[in-house]
Structures are given as structure tokens and as C-alpha cells.
């Protein structure tokens, strides 16, 4: 066990335990490294997630260890660190961490946090007693109500490769730029390719849903061949799924700039959209990452609050047409104008068909 290290970040004192403790056996990355890392990225980081509430993924022996995720801060805790009370699905209420510095991210990391996953909220500065709100038809919303991210997730199905979903990146972006939406663009870090726009603050997770929810219907109908918005497994064929339920009231996602927990340390990259025909997921890890930022700076460092109005004004005419709500995942309520959650291969055979 190698000798505790103090950190100096934020005016605040961070004790890094065991910084030689391999993390990433790939190449031998300790959490030091990990450590560095994260202060190598502090601009960019903060930039996309300063502020907002995340939930831990835990990995206290590395990427190759056991693993959990982290849903409630530990009873002890140092007393500058900032929490919020945010709520899952079915209403169950926990104390989230608030990324309110860099030494919020360093003591994460301490506990071995090789994953975090971010609310597309904010939660108010110092704040540990944020009540549960509602909205008018007495649902929950998010930490603060106002959802200020659309989070596009191109997800891969199966026969699809990375240049598929290169494509499919274009061809959202070319809509959103249609509809005068700012889009970004991320690796996942894993397999897929993250789309964001940051927002107005004007709108709750059910409406940024919708938007999300009418963005994958417009395009499997312009692109029905290599797009689709189907919930179910079975009815995507090989195409690109886009993921609209990760715009979900309470949906946390991976972060700009975290580390994912892979072996070979790979980083959830916001990227120029000129790089997007040459980068990998694989390109871009903590050893990579730094370089890329002092050379090039952060790609989404000029993004300014979209409106989601015309996905809105979609999602209204294909309402009115007859459309019913895209499915939720199964551990959200049965929702008003959502169809049978039953898988539609069993339905038919349930029907007799």
C-alpha cells in the first residue's frame, strides 16, 4: 500500500489514498493518474457538469473489480461537500453528489469512482434540502424542474458499425441545424456516440422527452432504412437506435470528460465535429485526452441555450395525427397516452396471431 498524497485544489485539502493502486491494467494506470487526469480537464469539465447532481459508479480496486453504483453519499463525509435530494422513478428520495468543484470530483475518485452519471439539471449551489416538486398534472420533476439538456444517444444495434453511427450523428445534426438547433457531439466512451444540446431552462424531463421522442421519429421516417425509433429489440433490425428515453425524468448519463471503467481508461470525449470521420472510442483515453485539450481547447466551450420549440411543435402535429406516447422504460409509472408495455412478439402471439 503506497503512502496517502494530499491534493491542493478549490482551497480545499483532498486526501488521495493508495494513488499507486493500479486502476486500469491496460497500461498500467493508477489512481493518481486518474487523479491527474481530471485535473488536466478541470476547465472543460466544469463547464459541462458544475453543479449538477451525479450518481457514482463505483470501482474501489480498479476497472477489473467488483463494482457499484452509489446512490447515496456515505453518512460521513467532509462537512464542504455539497449534496442535493433528487428522486428516482417511483419517487424514492436520496442525497446525490453535487460536482460544485474539482475537489467534489477528486473525493469521488478517492472512493474509487470510475463512472459518473449526470443529471441534466442543476442543483442549487449548497443546497441539501431541495424538496421533491411537482408539476401540474402531479408528477415529480427533476432537482430543479427546469431540464436544461437534450441528450440524443445513438445506440448501435446489432450489425452496426461506427461508421454507421457516424452517419447517423451527420444526419441528426443536419436536422437539428434544420430545426436551428446547436448540436454537440461526444463519444460514449464505449460503443456509441452521445448527441447534446444545452437549453433554455424553460422546460421540465417530460417535455425534453417529448422533443427527444418526436427528434427519433422524424428521423426513421427520413432515413427509415438506417434510423429507427423502436423501443423494442426486436423491431430495430440492423439500424440506429435513437435512444430517446434517456431524456427521461430522472435519467442520469455518462458524463463529458469521465472516465469510463474499462481497462483501457477510455474518456467520454466532446470532439470537433471535423473529427468526427477519424476518432475512435478507443482514441481517446486519460493518456490522450489532456494533450488533445491544450492543444485544441474544449470544442464545447462556446455553446449558448438552445430552444427545443420546433421538436415541441413536432411532437404536437404527431399527437394530433393519432400518434400515441413512445414507450417508457419499465421502471417508470404506466404514463397517459403510452401504449402496452408488452413485448410486441408476445402480444401477437397472446392475440392468437
Not at 428516482?88 to 473525493?107: E, F, K, Q, R
Not at 449548497?126 to 444517444?153: C, F, K, N, W
Not at 460503443?191 to 431552462?201: N, S
Request: hydrophobic share 35%; net charge negative.
Amino acid at each position: 500500500m503506497s503512502a496517502a498524497t494530499d491534493i491542493e485544489v478549490d482551497g480545499r485539502t483532498v486526501t488521495i489514498s493508495n494513488p499507486d493502486k493500479i486502476y486500469f491494467t491496460k497500461r498500467g494506470e493508477t489512481k493518481l493518474d486518474l487523479v491527474n487526469y481530471y485535473l488536466a480537464v478541470a476547465a472543460p469539465i466544469m463547464n459541462t457538469i458544475k453543479d449538477r447532481p451525479v450518481l457514482l459508479e463505483r470501482y474501489p480496486d480498479g476497472a477489473s473489480g467488483k463494482s457499484w453504483f452509489q446512490k447515496r453519499v456515505p453518512k460521513s463525509v467532509p462537512d464542504w461537500l455539497q449534496t442535493t435530494v433528487v428522486s428516482t422513478p417511483n419517487g424514492t428520495t436520496s442525497d446525490a453528489l453535487v460536482a460544485a468543484d474539482m475537489a467534489h470530483i477528486l473525493w469521488a475518485v478517492n472512493l474509487g469512482c470510475l463512472g459518473f452519471h449526470v443529471w441534466p439539471t442543476h442543483a442549487d449551489p449548497g443546497s441539501t434540502d431541495s424538496p421533491t416538486v411537482y408539476d401540474a398534472a402531479g408528477e415529480v420533476l427533476p432537482p430543479t424542474g427546469a431540464t436544461d439538456e437534450l441528450r440524443i444517444d445513438l445506440d448501435p444495434s446489432p450489425g452496426i458499425s461506427f461508421d454507421d453511427l457516424r452517419t447517423a450523428a451527420l444526419k441528426t445534426r443536419a436536422l437539428c441545424t434544420e430545426l436551428g438547433i446547436d448540436v454537440r457531439i461526444k463519444t460514449s466512451g464505449s460503443r456509441g456516440l452521445h448527441l447534446y444540446a444545452l437549453l433554455q431552462p424553460r422546460w421540465d424531463g417530460y417535455q425534453v422527452r417529448a422533443a427527444a421522442v418526436a427528434l427519433a421519429r422524424e428521423l426513421e421516417r427520413r432515413h427509415p432504412d438506417t434510423i429507427t425509433a423502436a423501443w423494442w429489440k426486436e423491431e430495430r433490425g440492423s439500424r440506429v437506435f435513437v435512444d430517446y428515453n434517456q431524456n427521461a425524468p430522472h435519467k442520469t448519463v455518462f458524463g463529458a470528460w469521465c472516465v469510463r471503467p474499462k481497462v483501457g481508461a477510455q474518456v467520454s470525449t466532446p470532439i470537433p465535429w471535423d473529427d468526427l470521420p477519424t476518432v475512435t472510442n478507443d482514441d481517446l483515453t486519460i493518456a490522450t485526452v489532456p494533450a488533445r485539450v491544450a492543444e485544441h481547447g474544449d470544442p464545447w466551450a462556446d455553446r449558448t441555450p438552445q430552444s427545443i420549440e420546433p421538436l415541441l411543435d413536432m411532437s404536437a402535429k404527431d399527437m394530433a395525427a393519432g400518434l400515441m406516447d413512445a414507450p417508457w422504460p419499465p421502471q417508470y409509472p404506466k404514463m397517459p397516452n403510452e401504449p402496452s408495455r408488452v413485448q410486441p412478439s408476445r402480444a401477437r402471439k397472446d392475440n392468437g396471431d
